[in-house]
């Protein structure tokens, strides 16, 4: 069971937005502005697409962008386009015990 | 341009120690503000951060693995390693390190973790005999 709680799976149509959320608690997530957001390909490392909850790397597209509230960290990709389609996932500062954690990942499907 | 790259047996035999290292090239293992961390995945599942070292030595490890890893630096080479004891079938996974950006809260005494901006390609180590 992973610290971090995202959907298992999540889809839309190319030019469609869509939304992963990421739930913590008030000990990472809800405490921190250290939310980051990776996307995965099959078989390739994760990238960091997004940093201190909506800050874009160079180089990311600014389709991508990223929010909190509470507890719950978001992920928003707008203009969908197939080379989207990939898992991502959450992750947070969660304190000098625990340091960091992971969601467990959301699969984006582009129809 | 920074790259990580991993290194390692792909086959540990079960109660074994998995020992993998991670070369840094194109910059500095000993730059400030960064920590170096390794994190895996177990196939088809998600990932899992399972600790990371400073150049001093300072270390962060999981909670759920630190009392079976070991994490350790060696500036001169520009490597850091990771060891896992007693390893079992749910210790396959792919591998990864990565540079973790942190900061330092002269408050607490604490590094806080930022985010991980440099990944290894990985590498996939079974455990079986």
């Known amino acids: 069971q992973s610290a971090l709680t995202q959907p298992a799976s999540v889809s839309g149509s190319p030019g469609q937005s869509i939304t992963i959320s990421c739930t913590g608690t008030?000990?990472?997530?809800?405490?921190?502005?250290?939310v980051s957001w990776y996307q995965q390909h099959p078989g390739k490392a994760p990238k960091l697409m997004i940093y201190?909850?909506?800050k874009r790397p160079s180089g990311v597209s600014n389709r991508f962008s990223g929010s909190k509230s509470g507890n719950t960290a978001s992920l928003t990709i707008s203009g969908l386009q197939a080379e989207d389609e990939a898992d991502y996932y959450c992750?947070?500062?969660?304190?000098?015990?625990?340091?960091?954690?992971f969601g467990g990942g959301t699969k984006l499907t582009v129809l | 341009q920074l790259q990580l790259q991993e290194s390692g047996p792909g086959l540990v035999k079960p109660s074994e120690t998995l020992s993998l290292t991670c070369t840094v090239s194109?910059?500095?293992?000993?730059?400030?503000?960064?920590?170096w961390g390794w994190i895996r995945q177990p196939p088809g599942k998600g990932l899992e951060w399972i600790g990371s070292?400073?150049?001093?030595?300072?270390?962060y490890y999981n909670p759920s693995l630190k009392s079976r890893v070991t994490i350790s630096v060696d500036t001169s080479k520009n490597q850091f390693s990771l060891k896992l004891s007693s390893v079992t079938a749910a210790d396959t996974a792919v591998y990864y390190c990565?540079?973790?950006?942190?900061?330092?809260?002269?408050?607490?005494?604490?590094?806080?973790?930022?985010?991980?901006?440099?990944w290894g390609k990985g590498t996939t180590v079974t455990v079986s005999s």
């Open positions: 990565a540079r973790h950006r942190s900061d330092y809260d002269i408050l607490t005494g604490y590094y806080y973790y930022y985010y991980m901006d440099v």
């Open positions: 194109g910059g500095s293992i000993s730059s400030s503000s960064y920590y």
């Open positions: 070292i400073y150049y001093s030595g300072s270390t």
């Open positions: 008030s000990s990472d997530v809800g405490s921190y502005n250290l």
């Open positions: 201190e909850v909506s």
């Open positions: 992750c947070s500062y969660a304190g000098s015990s625990t340091w960091v954690v």
